[in-house]
């Protein structure tokens, strides 16, 4: 599966994004969908996961509350809707797939990964 991201910006404090990912092909609804992100100097890390039918969220603890992910398996699309954005959120941010039928918050569980997409907080 080919995975392409997209909606990141440079935006002020408290403000919001969504980004998206589309991914190639017709088994969409069967790979478990992440996202992660990797700030300048620093690994990369979790963010939030989501099940191949959608009924399964898992987040950051850093995220959590503010961050949601959804999916919609007709468009083959994943989303990473961020409110209340903090300066700490600056990072390039990847959407991954993983077949392993189980949501997961390892990058070594994903296989598959976008190419990555700027969010920059101002403060």
């Known amino acids: 599966v080919q995975l392409q991201a997209s909606g990141g910006g440079l935006v002020q404090a408290g403000a919001s994004l969504r980004l998206s990912c589309a991914a190639s092909?017709?088994?969409?609804?069967?790979?478990?969908m992440g996202w992660f992100r990797q700030a300048v100097g620093k690994e990369r890390e979790f963010v939030a996961t989501?099940?191949?039918?959608?009924?399964?969220?898992y987040f950051a603890d850093s995220v959590k509350g503010r961050f949601t992910i959804s999916r919609d398996n007709a468009k083959n699309t994943v989303y990473l809707q961020m409110n209340s954005l903090r300066p700490e959120d600056t990072a390039v941010y990847y959407c991954?797939?993983?077949?392993?039928?189980?949501?997961?918050?390892?990058?070594?569980?994903?296989?598959?990964w976008g190419q990555g997409t700027q969010v920059t907080v101002s403060s």
């Open positions: 092909g017709r088994t969409f609804s069967a790979y478990i």
């Open positions: 991954a797939a993983s077949n392993r039928g189980f949501i997961s918050t390892r990058t070594s569980a994903y296989a598959y």
């Open positions: 989501i099940s191949g039918s959608g009924e399964t969220t």
